[in-house]
């Protein structure tokens, strides 16, 4: 690949989450010679887990102990912006790394939060960066450049080394009227193309989607339109994290002579965050939950928290009607200002679905123009490479498909080289043309309950298969002499009824061929047995239940 | 609501599926006196279980045991179309009524294939009925008008009685050019309108879709187009059931100088069906799997099953690399002419995102016009009204949201009355204003393995707290003084390792604490227990899993 003899510097880029997945973004660049390389980490992001694919757990995080082994040479994080899939892992793998975050004020205040929660905020506070700052982290000279999307104060990122410079663009996409913010710095990012760019490390969400994804004002007039057409109480529920979104929807409810309460807790945890660094200076005054509840009902909107159908948040418990303080009914509106996030649609649907029983009527993108995505369409890509133009473009926080469209694209546009990056993979960018030289340990960490579990560990197998098919515990008691002492001990759960009855007459032939002298310690009985009932179980049902079997010996 | 003195005959309307849901369709008509009165059924179907709700459940089917206990009044089913949420639950549910079955020719053979694999084609043949066949059962004068939608054969009925005339519309679209079987016969509707309707009872699936949902015609020209820009194999993916499709697809092949082959059981099935109903009979000849596999690539398509990510079609198979004949990589392109079924996201992702690992290009409705849908828009469903100008509007075939919506709809087309039905609601169509006048037993049963369960028994909820956090099987031993005889059996399923030391180390406390004197059967013992185990999870864990206790006294 290259012809410079060791040692010698080189530059990688390996990526341990976000390639391959939307979600979990953990990006880090490396600078040095192979045996001492320094490292930065942009991004420490989860990815919430699926009931179908890991029923049970909370959370998943990239496994990171590759850089963990080497945390001395981990100079710092940096927080692009402050998405979950973006700072949520910081609390969990920060004590692994145990390196400085740096962050603009509005991520820093709420990973700060984050921080307290997990009670590490006497062991590490966020550096604090302006807009548009610009600061060295060893080898690395990191810039932020502002750009726009759907949370305050996203940034892209020059990371300038002597071997060249990346730009890692973040989440992003073009806004003229982003509302809450700056708009996307394009001198900024022009003046690094004249400069030189090595590689544009780039956000690939909406690489199949043609167009662009629409600003911002376009959805304020849109729903001040929408709102004014409604009688009854309006609800419109949206990402807490969206603050212009909010600003748009108290703005639009200003214009339509509506007062403004927020309901759920992610809600006011944001407006806090955002008027601490700065934010919804202009927002109307709130009303609280109680005050809003005797206003006329066409003097009312509420912003409310759960778009997503989450089970606990504001907007299912009002739809189940059992929540303290707000009822919707006949002639009421509730308007999803958000996308479904692939997975959620059934929880959404039942959502709706709840809301047209009480009489409510539902708005939603599916039939209204009342969002717009926050990362950049095709022809918001085709700017990009157009300002930066990289040597090489590296699609990263996708799916494989994807990302794979998005080199498409990058090479259409004449970018040289595109590289389609999975996790782990250790990529060197210079010196010699851009190639995967390594492989490093990678994968995915569950939080399952408040314990951090290796994803192939099979633990979310054994209950996926516990959900299929149920189980059977049964102990058998044998005396010194090996007899059974007792009837077994069955232990059923998630099996039809009528199944029962077929798994214990099955367990009779094996207890009665048992011989003692034979096996004593029951060793063959215990297989004897497992292998009975889920056979028994398999003829009356048509499934095996996950079976086991064990000895008392008394 | 009338004042027509008992007895009398009454026209009632009952859904007991498919009025909530899009699937599991399962509609009742009813003639006579309250006390004795005729039923037919329209259609008998199916929905499919969802992992996330009803997990190991493979299908769901309507509770119909308020027509079962009444089966010699049950005069037969008409099965509108082949589709599996009309027809699927025949086999499982005709014994309960064992009636007539009626069909058109296609719709029929299909039914005898399912009857057959049930064991009961000795007992059951569906009668088959001409397209725009006319036949009585009791009271009901049954008249099938050909519709279109996304597979062969589908019927309206215009179903006439002594108080009125119902147009079941069934599953239908208007679609000017069908390319296999008849257009909509818009005479036959308009004719029956002018005869006067009293109820249009009709599919709400699109109707927050504005528009049309287009022609199969328009796909046929932009499928023909994409294949001819596709230089490796190609696979394209669609509902077997969609025959229109597989001629369309077969069709673009032909025009681009590729040869077909079928790959999948479903797609062999249907198009036998449809060569005996007289379909297909332009349809090109087809290639085995095997000399597919010999022609260069760019002479090849495939016609592949697995467009929903169903785990063991041939899709799956193709883009896990393990199918017996067919291989697709880099170069080659798969075509997903279908929709993603809610639910069902997730599945099609990872097969995308696998499809795109191997090189394989992946097209779909996001980014291609590659699929219409089967179900009537806006715009068809005011043609539909303006064409049968009911007195009354009756939305079935949707969620909530689709059928208020639907409702909505009707009424702003002057119908004089909408009524939004839900499953197990009887309503009285005539004589009098049509009202809801009873609510009958309904509700939903899981074929759960090879036996009926009811929803409401619970079994998917434990299933669902299993999946969560797994399960503990204690027992112990007690001898006949009620002393502990041997440390207990603990059994541990789908917890994570470091948990299970902290459950044993739990139970040593209360076992210490058990007074065989007090507690001789080991009551107080078995649920102090099952609280510390649970208790010692929650503590060490964040989840309380499944926990259950025997006791075996000697």
């Given at each position: 690949?290259?012809?410079?003899?060791y040692?010698?510097d080189?530059?990688?880029?390996?990526?341990l989450?976000g390639?391959g997945?939307?979600g979990?973004?953990?990006?880090?660049y490396?600078?040095?010679?192979?045996?001492d390389?320094?490292?930065?980490?942009?991004?420490?992001?989860?990815?919430?887990?699926?009931?179908?694919?890991?029923p049970?757990?909370?959370?998943?995080?990239?496994?990171?102990?590759f850089?963990?082994?080497q945390?001395?040479?981990?100079?710092?994080i940096?927080?692009?912006?402050?998405?979950?899939?973006?700072?949520?892992?910081?609390?969990?793998?920060?004590?692994?790394?145990?390196?400085?975050i740096?962050a603009?004020?509005?991520?820093?205040?709420?990973?700060?939060?984050?921080?307290?929660?997990a009670?590490?905020?006497?062991?590490?506070?966020?550096?604090?960066?302006?807009?548009g700052?610009?600061?060295?982290l060893?080898p690395?000279d990191?810039?932020?450049?502002?750009?726009?999307?759907s949370i305050?104060?996203?940034?892209?990122?020059?990371?300038?080394?002597?071997?060249g410079?990346?730009?890692?663009?973040?989440?992003w996409?073009i806004?003229?009227e982003?509302?809450?913010?700056?708009?996307?710095?394009?001198?900024?990012?022009?003046?690094?193309g004249?400069?030189?760019?090595?590689?544009?490390?780039c956000?690939?969400?909406?690489?199949?989607?043609?167009?662009?994804?629409?600003?911002e004002?376009?959805v304020?007039e849109?729903?001040?339109?929408l709102?004014?057409?409604?009688?009854?109480?309006?609800?419109?529920?949206?990402f807490?994290?969206?603050v212009?979104?909010l600003?748009t929807v108290?703005?639009?409810?200003?214009?339509?002579?509506?007062?403004?309460?927020?309901?759920?807790?992610?809600?006011?945890?944001?407006?806090?965050?955002a008027?601490k660094?700065?934010?919804?200076?202009?927002?109307?005054?709130l009303?609280?939950?109680?005050?809003?509840?005797?206003l006329?009902?066409?003097?009312?909107?509420?912003?409310?928290?759960?778009?997503?159908g989450?089970?606990?948040a504001?907007?299912a418990?009002?739809?189940?009607?059992n929540?303290?303080?707000?009822?919707?009914?006949?002639?009421?509106?509730?308007?999803?200002?958000?996308?479904?996030?692939p997975?959620?649609?059934?929880?959404?649907?039942?959502?709706?679905?709840k809301?047209?029983?009480l009489g409510?009527?539902?708005?939603?993108?599916?039939?209204?123009?009342v969002?717009v995505s926050?990362?950049p369409?095709?022809?918001?890509?085709a700017e990009?490479?157009r300002?930066t133009?990289?040597?090489?473009?590296?699609?990263?926080?996708?799916?494989?498909?994807?990302?794979?469209?998005?080199?498409?694209?990058?090479?259409?546009?004449q970018?040289?080289?595109?590289?389609?990056p999975?996790?782990?993979?250790?990529?060197?960018?210079?010196?010699?043309?851009?190639s995967?030289?390594?492989?490093?340990?990678?994968?995915?960490?569950?939080?399952?309950?408040?314990?951090?579990?290796?994803?192939?560990?099979?633990?979310?197998?054994?209950?996926?298969?516990?959900?299929?098919a149920?189980?059977?515990?049964?102990?058998?008691?044998l005396?010194?002499?090996?007899r059974a002492?007792a009837?077994?001990?069955?232990i059923i759960?998630?099996?039809?009824?009528?199944?029962h009855?077929?798994?214990?007459?099955?367990?009779?032939?094996?207890?009665k061929?048992h011989?003692p002298?034979?096996?004593g310690d029951?060793?063959e009985?215990?297989?004897s047995?497992?292998r009975?009932?889920?056979?028994?179980?398999?003829?009356?049902?048509?499934?095996?239940p996950v079976?086991?079997v064990?000895?008392i010996?008394l």
């Amino acid at each position: 690949m290259t012809d410079v003899p060791y040692p010698y510097d080189e530059l990688v880029f390996l990526p341990l989450g976000g390639s391959g997945e939307i979600g979990m973004n953990f990006n880090a660049y490396g600078y040095g010679p192979p045996e001492d390389r320094k490292w930065i980490v942009v991004d420490c992001g989860v990815l919430f887990g699926r009931e179908t694919k890991e029923p049970g757990v909370d959370l998943i995080m990239p496994d990171i102990r590759f850089l963990a082994e080497q945390k001395e040479n981990v100079l710092g994080i940096v927080a692009t912006h402050a998405h979950e899939d973006h700072i949520g892992a910081i609390p969990h793998l920060w004590p692994m790394l145990k390196c400085p975050i740096y962050a603009t004020h509005f991520t820093a205040f709420l990973i700060e939060g984050k921080l307290e929660e997990a009670g590490l905020s006497g062991r590490v506070h966020p550096h604090h960066v302006a807009l548009g700052g610009r600061f060295t982290l060893g080898p690395f000279d990191i810039e932020l450049i502002s750009i726009t999307h759907s949370i305050p104060e996203p940034n892209a990122l020059a990371i300038r080394t002597p071997l060249g410079t990346i730009c890692h663009t973040g989440d992003w996409k073009i806004d003229p009227e982003p509302l809450v913010g700056k708009v996307t710095d394009v001198n900024a990012l022009k003046r690094l193309g004249e400069e030189g760019v090595l590689a544009t490390v780039c956000d690939s969400t909406n690489a199949l989607v043609p167009g662009e994804s629409g600003s911002e004002a376009r959805v304020r007039e849109a729903l001040t339109t929408l709102v004014g057409t409604l009688k009854g109480r309006v609800a419109v529920t949206a990402f807490a994290s969206n603050v212009a979104r909010l600003e748009t929807v108290a703005r639009a409810a200003r214009q339509n002579n509506r007062r403004v309460a927020l309901v759920g807790r992610a809600m006011h945890k944001i407006t806090e965050a955002a008027r601490k660094a700065g934010y919804l200076r202009d927002f109307p005054p709130l009303l609280s939950e109680e005050e809003a509840a005797e206003l006329p009902s066409g003097r009312v909107l509420y912003l409310v928290t759960g778009s997503q159908g989450e089970p606990r948040a504001a907007l299912a418990r009002i739809a189940d009607n059992n929540h303290p303080t707000v009822s919707l009914t006949k002639g009421d509106a509730v308007i999803f200002s958000s996308r479904v996030i692939p997975g959620n649609d059934l929880a959404i649907h039942e959502l709706h679905n709840k809301l047209s029983l009480l009489g409510v009527e539902v708005l939603s993108a599916d039939d209204h123009f009342v969002h717009v995505s926050g990362h950049p369409c095709r022809d918001e890509l085709a700017e990009m490479y157009r300002w930066t133009r990289p040597q090489i473009a590296i699609p990263v926080h996708g799916e494989p498909r994807h990302m794979a469209e998005h080199a498409r694209l990058a090479r259409s546009l004449q970018v040289p080289q595109a590289i389609v990056p999975q996790n782990g993979q250790l990529i060197r960018l210079a010196p010699g043309r851009a190639s995967v030289i390594d492989e490093v340990p990678s994968g995915r960490v569950h939080l399952d309950g408040r314990v951090m579990i290796e994803e192939g560990a099979g633990l979310g197998r054994h209950r996926r298969s516990l959900a299929f098919a149920g189980m059977i515990a049964i102990t058998v008691v044998l005396d010194a002499k090996g007899r059974a002492a007792a009837d077994p001990s069955i232990i059923i759960e998630g099996i039809p009824g009528p199944i029962h009855d077929a798994v214990r007459d099955a367990l009779e032939e094996p207890l009665k061929r048992h011989n003692p002298k034979r096996d004593g310690d029951g060793h063959e009985l215990k297989e004897s047995l497992r292998r009975a009932a889920r056979r028994a179980a398999d003829a009356a049902w048509g499934k095996k239940p996950v079976t086991k079997v064990e000895i008392i010996q008394l």
